[in-house]
């Protein structure tokens, strides 16, 4: 996996790059958890994210909590119907800002 992040004021898009499984999302969320405190808006453009495990998943909704109980917000953008699928399956997908 590998990381872009974009910083405009209180606003953080964060592209993933490649699978976000066990060996990989402990990286993601400290890039989040480093920017957090500073932003009221977290952008996830997956547009080049090929596959996510449940450890993948687990940050996503860690992430969207941490947002929620600071009255942010988490947007996921850019699904492939891959990935998609997965959120269908494991019906998180009711739980985000998918755009």
Known sequence: ??????????????????????????????????????????????????YISSSGLRVILTVQKLMESKKGKLIIKNINSFVIDIFKTTNIIKLLNIQ
């Open 1 to 50: 996996m590998r990381i872009n992040k974009k910083r405009d004021k209180n606003k953080m898009t964060i592209e993933v790059f490649g699978r976000l499984d066990i060996d990989s999302s402990h990286e993601l969320e400290e890039e989040i958890m480093e920017v957090v405190p500073e932003i009221s808006e977290l952008i996830l453009d997956f547009k080049d994210l090929e």
